[in-house]
C-alpha cells in the first residue's frame, strides 16, 4: 500500500472549531490530492497541493506536503455541519508509460456537530 | 446537470450472473476510469482507458472488462459474479492521464451480490 496502514479515522468536533486530518505515504510523490466523499456520493477534489508549494489555501481549507517526512495535512478553519463527510487523501501513481492512477488512503470520517 | 453518469444507481445480483454498470461523461475528457469502493478496503484503482484505449489495468481478474463504445463511455462488464464483488463502483474523468489531472467522480454504482 501506497499509505500508512491506518485504519478509517473518525473525528467529531463542533461547528466553530478547526480541525486537522493527517495522511503519511510510503513512497516518492509530487503531488498530493485531498478529496471529500458525502454519504452516497462520490468523492470531489477539494484541493491539490504539489511538492513545491509546502502549503496550499482554499477558502477555509489549508493544505500542506512534506515531502522530507512524506505527510500530509488538511486542515479546516471554524468547521460547519455541512463539513461533515469522509476526507480523503490520494497521490499519483505513475503505473509506466506515463499512466497515471489515483492511489487513496483509507480516510477520515469528519462529523461535525452543532 | 450531471456531468457523469453512472447507472444503475443500485444494484443485485445473483452470484454467478452478469451484469454492465454504465458510465457516460460529458465533460470533454479525454481519460476515463473506474474504482472500486468496498467496507474492507478504500477506493481501489480498477482500469484507466485514454482516448478509447486501455492504459492500466490493476484488477487481477479477467471477470472485470470495460468496455468503450464512444469516447465519453466506459462501460464495466463484470461475469460470473461473486458476493466479494459487492462494493460500490466510481466511474472517473479526468482531462487527459497524466500526472496533476483532476479526476472527477460520478455518483457510483453500488453492487450487491447475494
Known amino acids: 500500500s501506497q499509505w500508512g496502514e491506518e485504519n478509517l479515522q473518525a473525528l467529531s468536533i463542533q461547528e466553530g472549531e478547526d480541525v486537522t486530518m493527517n495522511c503519511s505515504y510510503k513512497?516518492?510523490?509530487?503531488?498530493v490530492h485531498w478529496y471529500r466523499q458525502d454519504s452516497g456520493r462520490g468523492p470531489a477534489l477539494i484541493i491539490l497541493i504539489r511538492s513545491n508549494e509546502r502549503e496550499k489555501r482554499s477558502g477555509r481549507l489549508r493544505a500542506t506536503l512534506d515531502t522530507s517526512s512524506q505527510s500530509s495535512s488538511l486542515s479546516i478553519t471554524a468547521a460547519q455541519c455541512e463539513d461533515t463527510a469522509v476526507y480523503f487523501c490520494?497521490?499519483?501513481?505513475?503505473?509506466?508509460?506515463?499512466?497515471?492512477?489515483?492511489?487513496f488512503g483509507k480516510g477520515t470520517l469528519l462529523t461535525v456537530t452543532p | 446537470d450531471p456531468k457523469i453518469i453512472q447507472k444503475p444507481k443500485y444494484l443485485v445480483a445473483v452470484t454467478g450472473s452478469e451484469k454492465i454498470l454504465i458510465c457516460e461523461q460529458y465533460l470533454g475528457h479525454n481519460a476515463m476510469y473506474w474504482y472500486r469502493q468496498s467496507a474492507k478496503k478504500p477506493l481501489e484503482f480498477m482500469f484507466s482507458y485514454s482516448y478509447q484505449k486501455l492504459m492500466d489495468n490493476q484488477t487481477a481478474s479477467s471477470r472485470f472488462q470495460p468496455q468503450s463504445s464512444k469516447k465519453n463511455h466506459l462501460d464495466l462488464q463484470i461475469t460470473a459474479l461473486k458476493p466479494d464483488d459487492s462494493a460500490t463502483y466510481f466511474c472517473?474523468?479526468?482531462?487527459?492521464?497524466?500526472?496533476?489531472?483532476?479526476?472527477?467522480f460520478g455518483p457510483g454504482t453500488r453492487l450487491t451480490v447475494l
Open positions: 513512497t516518492y510523490t509530487t503531488v
Open positions: 490520494a497521490t499519483d501513481e505513475d503505473s509506466g508509460g506515463s499512466n497515471y492512477k489515483l492511489t
Open positions: 472517473a474523468s479526468s482531462q487527459d492521464n497524466r500526472e496533476y489531472a483532476e479526476q472527477f
